[in-house]
């Protein structure tokens, strides 16, 4: 079971976002995470599913999606070179004697702090998968009183070779 | 000239080369139903429940190839064609269906007789539409039926709200049609089928599995010229049956959990499996990890999904069916033209013709009438030309392995998602393709009763469609798992209670015989195929017959009940 990061180039139509969860649920294959936006083309949705699956299951996900008819390309970015990135808010409990420590976590992994209240601190944190679970790990400790991730979006890199 | 909704609907339909709508009236379609005397080349079968109208689409598009179409009204008008489209999606069969549905302005308002049937039908639909917009009507149907007969067929609803049916706009008709997201593999690819034709030169006891993917792709004359060719041994899912004459030398039967003694052995046995156009059912495969155990795996399907989907393939080959038979027969051709591959095969084909002796499709005759008694009779009255469309259960069972499937589009049957009541309307849209044609039903006395309105629509068009029921006022199949699986304990399958069939058939207007006695089988048979009317058969069979050979759910294809 490994996790991989599919991106989905839809046509902006009514119910496509139900066509592709129906899909995953309907065969009974798992969403971790779901995010959906426009491209750079007018009338296309790019989507991101993060799923976990064997290899037979992930053929099935990725030929299933790109039978679906309102899909143009489905695409599982798993072993090619894509950059993925994940935003995050965490409210933590930030009483004063904990505020230091808090603070310098913040600087150590370039998150950002978005709100604070006597004793709360919204933290904006950007970065991968890894990253961020990192990050979660580490304000743990302090308590964290509610969470809202994106889920990742990805875009295969540029070829690095000059023609 | 601004045209309305309505009138571009029919002008679309008719362009797609519609000749029969099946249809029930509702308010949400007024409009359409006021334009549609203005066009008697559009003829409208109205059926007496939204179901039938969906299996009578369906038996029309399975009988003539062309795409069923069905116009119904919005809300429960809209849910009752669900199981029909199921029934069609699991079977790969095209057919467009057009909903009613309430005025958009009032959409999610829980208007009167709305629903969200896109909702509804997403995942039992190749694709569905709403049109919100009149200006994109026409296109909206070129694709509807550019989607539900290409690559791989299916149904495609379109859901017309009444105002967009009112409105106006000026019609214009895509003559092209292209979807960047709908691009279906056609051409198989060359290596594939290289390697395939390789196989086929190494195996020693290759071995055809015929689904119906080769009746849809009109690939019978090439399998045929495949098997006859390479002098390979031909079985079917149930399917794929008429997808290979019954009556061929080489033709060994049904596989699966009804499957033919012969042809589940030679599952066990090959070494090298062609499976063309056929989806690897659990009915068709029994339990997965003792399917076909001694062989390389070929899989032929335009449906990409379906391979590897269930089974593991070794090669697999997306495509038509046809042009990929087609293919690899041209390939032998050319590389393979020296082989004596009938006398490569001789010594399989006998073992094959050993197993079909030794444990034939048969049952113990004891006087009473037996439902296999009964199909085969009808094989010879018939001479296996007739149009059959069974329902689902024991009956459906006993039709397909005694009655001798001769050609494609012979057999109406919902296999994938096994729907009882399908027979009856779907035998009424094919007699409506072919009016001249024999088209007989076997049905159960339980099944039948799902659609048994359906008769009203039989007797108003005057189609002498024939139904013959095999009587037993049993849930036979579940019964029959009662008494091997659940030791004896039946329960709700007996349908003693049931109405006289032959007083039913003559309160519509139709006919109605009564066979009690095994003597009386063949000449009332006899009778009622040849009278002109819409006829039923009450055929009062052997209560508790049970079907043979049965693989229990589960079990390996080699762990046959016999009888």
């Given at each position: 079971m490994k996790r991989h990061v599919i991106s989905i180039l839809m046509?902006?139509?009514?119910g496509v976002l139900s066509r592709v969860c129906g899909l995953f649920s309907g065969r009974g294959f798992n969403i971790e995470t779901i995010n959906a936006g426009p491209s750079n083309e007018e009338g296309v949705h790019h989507m991101n599913i993060t799923t976990f699956g064997d290899d037979y299951i992930i053929e099935q996900i990725m030929k299933q999606l790109n039978k679906v008819?309102?899909?143009i390309k489905a695409t599982d970015?798993?072993?090619?070179?894509a950059v993925e990135r994940e935003m995050m808010f965490l409210k933590v409990q930030a009483e004063a004697p904990d505020r230091g420590e808090i603070l310098r976590t913040v600087e150590v992994f370039r998150c950002k702090v978005v709100d604070v209240s006597p004793n709360e601190m919204i933290i904006e944190a950007t970065g991968n998968h890894e990253k961020l679970e990192a990050i979660l790990t580490l304000f743990q400790r302090f308590g964290i009183k509610e969470l809202a991730r994106t889920g990742p979006l990805a875009m295969l890199r540029s070829k690095k070779k000059v023609n | 000239m601004k045209q309305t909704g309505a009138w571009i609907l029919l002008e679309s339909l008719q362009r797609e080369g519609v000749e029969l709508l099946f249809g029930y009236p509702g308010g949400a379609i007024t409009d359409i139903l006021d334009e549609l005397?203005?066009?008697?080349?559009l003829r409208h079968i109205l059926v007496r429940h939204e179901q039938g109208a969906v299996h009578a689409a369906d038996g029309y598009a399975r009988a003539s190839g062309k795409v069923g179409v069905c116009l119904v009204t919005s809300g429960p008008g809209a849910t009752n064609t669900v199981t029909g489209l199921a029934t069609a999606n699991c079977d790969s069969i095209p057919l467009v269906v057009l909903t009613g549905q309430v005025p958009t302005k009032l959409i999610?308002?829980?208007?009167?007789?709305?629903?969200d049937i896109i909702g509804i039908t997403r995942p039992c639909t190749k694709h569905n539409y709403i049109v919100e917009d009149v200006r994109t009507l026409a296109r909206t149907i070129r694709e509807a039926f550019h989607l539900a007969r290409s690559g791989r067929p299916g149904p495609v609803l379109v859901d017309l709200p009444k105002d967009v049916i009112q409105d106006v706009t000026e019609f214009v008709w895509p003559e092209d049609i292209s979807l960047r997201s709908y691009n279906p593999t056609y051409k198989p690819h060359m290596n594939q089928l290289r390697k395939t034709a390789e196989a086929l030169d190494a195996a020693s006891r290759p071995l055809l599995l015929v689904g119906g993917g080769v009746i849809l792709s009109n690939a019978s004359a090439a399998l045929t010229e495949l098997a006859h060719r390479l002098s390979i041994p031909v079985t079917a899912t149930l399917m794929g049956?008429?997808?290979?004459?019954?009556?061929?030398?080489l033709w060994f039967g049904m596989v699966g959990m009804h499957g033919s003694y012969a042809a589940n052995t030679a599952l066990n046995t090959t070494d090298l499996l062609l499976c063309?156009?056929?989806?690897?059912d659990d009915r068709v495969t029994g339990k997965l990890s003792a399917f076909a155990p001694n062989a390389k795996i070929v899989h032929i399907d335009?449906?990409?999904?379906?391979?590897?989907?269930n089974v593991q393939v070794q090669i697999p080959v997306v495509g038509d069916c046809r042009l990929s038979l087609e293919g690899i027969l041209g390939i032998c051709d050319a590389k393979?033209?020296?082989?004596?591959w009938k006398g490569r095969h001789a010594e399989w084909i006998a073992d094959l013709k050993g197993w079909m002796q030794e444990r034939p499709l048969t049952f113990h005759e004891n006087g009473n009438i037996k439902p296999q008694q009964v199909i085969r009779t009808l094989n010879e009255l018939t001479g296996g030309d007739a149009i059959v469309a069974t329902d689902v259960g024991q009956h459906q069972m006993w039709t397909a392995q005694?009655?001798?499937?001769?050609?494609?589009?012979s057999l109406l049957t919902s296999?994938?998602?096994?729907?009882?009541?399908?027979?009856f309307p779907a035998a009424i849209g094919a007699q409506l393709a072919f009016p001249d044609r024999k088209v007989v039903v076997v049905a159960g006395d339980g099944s039948l009763q799902?659609?048994?309105?359906e008769l009203a629509t039989a007797v108003a068009n005057r189609l002498p469609v024939k139904v013959v029921i095999l009587n037993?006022?049993?849930?036979g199949m579940v019964r029959q798992f009662q008494e091997l699986l659940y030791?004896?304990?039946?329960?709700?399958?007996?349908?003693?209670?049931?109405?006289d069939f032959v007083k039913l058939a003559e309160a519509y207007g139709a006919e109605g015989f009564r066979v009690e006695t095994a003597d009386q089988l063949r000449p009332v048979l006899a009778k009622a195929l040849a009278s002109p009317a819409t006829t039923f058969v009450d055929v009062r069979v052997e209560r508790e017959e049970n079907v043979y050979p049965f693989v229990p759910?589960?079990?390996?294809?080699?762990e046959m009940l016999l009888v």
């Amino acid at each position: 079971m490994k996790r991989h990061v599919i991106s989905i180039l839809m046509e902006n139509e009514p119910g496509v976002l139900s066509r592709v969860c129906g899909l995953f649920s309907g065969r009974g294959f798992n969403i971790e995470t779901i995010n959906a936006g426009p491209s750079n083309e007018e009338g296309v949705h790019h989507m991101n599913i993060t799923t976990f699956g064997d290899d037979y299951i992930i053929e099935q996900i990725m030929k299933q999606l790109n039978k679906v008819v309102s899909v143009i390309k489905a695409t599982d970015y798993e072993d090619s070179p894509a950059v993925e990135r994940e935003m995050m808010f965490l409210k933590v409990q930030a009483e004063a004697p904990d505020r230091g420590e808090i603070l310098r976590t913040v600087e150590v992994f370039r998150c950002k702090v978005v709100d604070v209240s006597p004793n709360e601190m919204i933290i904006e944190a950007t970065g991968n998968h890894e990253k961020l679970e990192a990050i979660l790990t580490l304000f743990q400790r302090f308590g964290i009183k509610e969470l809202a991730r994106t889920g990742p979006l990805a875009m295969l890199r540029s070829k690095k070779k000059v023609n | 000239m601004k045209q309305t909704g309505a009138w571009i609907l029919l002008e679309s339909l008719q362009r797609e080369g519609v000749e029969l709508l099946f249809g029930y009236p509702g308010g949400a379609i007024t409009d359409i139903l006021d334009e549609l005397p203005k066009r008697p080349e559009l003829r409208h079968i109205l059926v007496r429940h939204e179901q039938g109208a969906v299996h009578a689409a369906d038996g029309y598009a399975r009988a003539s190839g062309k795409v069923g179409v069905c116009l119904v009204t919005s809300g429960p008008g809209a849910t009752n064609t669900v199981t029909g489209l199921a029934t069609a999606n699991c079977d790969s069969i095209p057919l467009v269906v057009l909903t009613g549905q309430v005025p958009t302005k009032l959409i999610g308002n829980d208007a009167f007789q709305e629903v969200d049937i896109i909702g509804i039908t997403r995942p039992c639909t190749k694709h569905n539409y709403i049109v919100e917009d009149v200006r994109t009507l026409a296109r909206t149907i070129r694709e509807a039926f550019h989607l539900a007969r290409s690559g791989r067929p299916g149904p495609v609803l379109v859901d017309l709200p009444k105002d967009v049916i009112q409105d106006v706009t000026e019609f214009v008709w895509p003559e092209d049609i292209s979807l960047r997201s709908y691009n279906p593999t056609y051409k198989p690819h060359m290596n594939q089928l290289r390697k395939t034709a390789e196989a086929l030169d190494a195996a020693s006891r290759p071995l055809l599995l015929v689904g119906g993917g080769v009746i849809l792709s009109n690939a019978s004359a090439a399998l045929t010229e495949l098997a006859h060719r390479l002098s390979i041994p031909v079985t079917a899912t149930l399917m794929g049956l008429g997808g290979f004459p019954a009556s061929d030398d080489l033709w060994f039967g049904m596989v699966g959990m009804h499957g033919s003694y012969a042809a589940n052995t030679a599952l066990n046995t090959t070494d090298l499996l062609l499976c063309v156009g056929a989806r690897f059912d659990d009915r068709v495969t029994g339990k997965l990890s003792a399917f076909a155990p001694n062989a390389k795996i070929v899989h032929i399907d335009i449906d990409p999904t379906s391979i590897r989907k269930n089974v593991q393939v070794q090669i697999p080959v997306v495509g038509d069916c046809r042009l990929s038979l087609e293919g690899i027969l041209g390939i032998c051709d050319a590389k393979y033209a020296d082989r004596d591959w009938k006398g490569r095969h001789a010594e399989w084909i006998a073992d094959l013709k050993g197993w079909m002796q030794e444990r034939p499709l048969t049952f113990h005759e004891n006087g009473n009438i037996k439902p296999q008694q009964v199909i085969r009779t009808l094989n010879e009255l018939t001479g296996g030309d007739a149009i059959v469309a069974t329902d689902v259960g024991q009956h459906q069972m006993w039709t397909a392995q005694f009655y001798d499937f001769l050609t494609p589009r012979s057999l109406l049957t919902s296999g994938g998602l096994g729907t009882m009541g399908y027979g009856f309307p779907a035998a009424i849209g094919a007699q409506l393709a072919f009016p001249d044609r024999k088209v007989v039903v076997v049905a159960g006395d339980g099944s039948l009763q799902m659609n048994i309105q359906e008769l009203a629509t039989a007797v108003a068009n005057r189609l002498p469609v024939k139904v013959v029921i095999l009587n037993n006022r049993y849930l036979g199949m579940v019964r029959q798992f009662q008494e091997l699986l659940y030791e004896h304990r039946y329960y709700a399958t007996n349908m003693d209670a049931q109405p006289d069939f032959v007083k039913l058939a003559e309160a519509y207007g139709a006919e109605g015989f009564r066979v009690e006695t095994a003597d009386q089988l063949r000449p009332v048979l006899a009778k009622a195929l040849a009278s002109p009317a819409t006829t039923f058969v009450d055929v009062r069979v052997e209560r508790e017959e049970n079907v043979y050979p049965f693989v229990p759910s589960g079990a390996a294809l080699n762990e046959m009940l016999l009888v």
